[in-house]
């Protein structure tokens, strides 16, 4: 690139000078020397894009499969360090893609069994309820469906998120309107069990109807039950657990307050670890999977969002607020 913008000029004036006939002027040479060097640099330039151009697309083609999953083909051929680069390139791309393949059958092979043992006990429980049992045993069925019910939810819903992850959805996901009275019930729904069994009251103040975000309305329910689930699990009996969902500063905001037994400061970052050490039992000895806001913050942030948690210490209470553009 030296030689060609620097001699390029040079031999030129050399040859103009040389072997122009007439009396040459100071303003030729000069015009002339501008000439040659704007040439110069458009063959520099022209020179130096074909240099780089196996560098743009191996660019193109890694910006491609992150952004869209889309699978490209790269020239293999090529022994020098450039054609080495989009062979790498290549290969590391198409070993991505089949772990990532790899993943998704060993998931739904795993979701379809899971499913089946808790269909299991569903069916029994059915098979009770079909006899027409006393109240009591009917009761404990009626929980048992329930129960199982809200597995096949979780099941469904942690199958959605991983498959959102593989096919890269949080860079393409369309905006959708999310009409928060029509969501209530479900998440009413599925806490409502848990919240008479603490004698635990949900205030809930919805202040914003609706909101336009980048997220499944499914998984925005997921996470809100497991986040008021986990208010539960570290609430006492009797106590109230707040949600509020309202705008500001042209963002959805939705917060979920307990008055629980709460946790340091320096705890929160370990809080969202996945199987994380913080893993307790709650106030009524409830077992905790230790990856439950793991994935909560997984499915927030994967969906344009974040997700963070405060307290002012032990036995003070606990907030998780999620925020969103709008």
Excluded at 108 to 127: E, I, R, T, V, W
Excluded at 132 to 158: G, M, V, W
Excluded at 228 to 241: H, L, P, Q, T, V
């Amino acid at each position: 690139m030296a030689f060609i913008g620097i001699h390029i000029p040079l031999i030129g004036i050399l040859f103009f000078v040389l072997f122009y006939a007439q009396d040459i002027s100071a303003t030729s040479i000069l015009v002339f020397s501008l000439i040659m060097t704007l040439l110069a640099t458009v063959i520099t330039l022209l020179v130096l894009k074909q240099l780089i151009k196996p560098i743009s697309v191996a660019s193109k083609s890694l910006d491609d499969y992150r952004n869209n999953r889309r699978l490209s083909v790269l020239p293999t051929e090529y022994t020098d360090e450039a054609g080495l680069l989009m062979c790498n390139i290549q290969e590391s791309i198409y070993e991505a893609e089949s772990f990532i393949n790899e993943k998704q059958d060993l998931i739904y092979m795993l979701s379809h069994d899971l499913k089946n043992f808790a269909g299991n006990p569903q069916g029994l429980a059915k098979l009770i309820l079909s006899e027409n049992p006393s109240e009591s045993i009917k009761h404990l069925a009626d929980l048992i469906c329930e129960s199982t019910n809200l597995q096949f939810r979780y099941i469904e819903n942690f199958i959605k998120l991983l498959n959102e992850q593989d096919q890269v959805v949080k860079f393409n996901q369309e905006p959708r309107e999310i009409i928060f009275p029509n969501i209530l019930p479900f998440i009413n729904e599925q806490v409502e069990q848990r919240l008479i069994d603490k004698n635990i009251k949900l205030s809930l103040s919805l202040e914003t109807v609706a909101a336009t975000l980048r997220i499944d309305e499914g998984l925005l329910i997921q996470v809100i039950v497991n986040l008021i689930s986990n208010a539960i699990k570290f609430s006492y009996f009797d106590s109230e657990i707040k949600v509020r969902i309202y705008s500001e500063d042209s963002k959805l905001i939705i917060t979920v307050i307990d008055k629980g037994i709460g946790f340091n400061k320096n705890q929160i970052e370990e809080l969202f670890k996945k199987f994380t050490k913080m893993s307790r039992l709650g106030t009524a000895n409830e077992s905790s999977t230790g990856i439950g806001l793991y994935l909560c913050k997984k499915i927030i942030e994967r969906n344009k969002g974040t997700l963070s948690a405060a307290s002012e210490g032990k036995n003070r209470g606990a907030e998780f607020k999620i925020e969103f553009e709008i």
